[in-house]
């Protein structure tokens, strides 16, 4: 069964998420608030996907990005959601190491 751990700010965007991915396939899943309970929860329950919010508090998503992708032998995907206010911050996050970058509005399937 693989974990998804999914970081956003808002508890509506986490229940849609994970609603929706639940009925896509086996999965444990993980929520966080904010960065630095994201960086906790990655910490503890080794996930083999994290969904982040670019906007979250508490950690900037391209740090969070950083610390999950510094250890070579981690072979967790990142994927970052981000706003059309956010568009600029995709090369850096990008640069961090995340593996797919996804603009607000998206379909969940893209997920």
């Not at 994970?18 to 639940?22: A, I, K, Y």
């Given at each position: 069964m693989k974990k998804i751990l999914v970081i956003d700010d808002y508890l509506?965007?986490?229940e849609v998420m994970?609603?929706?991915?639940?009925k896509t396939g086996d999965y444990k899943f993980?929520?966080?608030s904010?960065?630095?309970e994201g960086i906790k929860m990655f910490d503890s329950w080794c996930p083999d996907i994290v969904i982040i919010d670019l906007g979250i508090h508490g950690v900037r998503a391209e740090e969070?990005?950083?610390l999950i992708k510094k250890n070579p032998q981690n072979k967790?995907?990142?994927i970052v959601l981000c706003g059309?206010?956010?568009l600029d911050r995709e090369p850096m996050t990008k640069a961090a190491g995340c593996d797919v970058f996804l603009k607000k509005p998206f379909h969940l399937l893209q997920l």
């Open positions: 509506s965007s986490r994970v609603d929706f991915l639940s993980f929520k966080a904010d960065g630095k969070l990005v950083r967790t995907k990142v059309r206010d956010d």
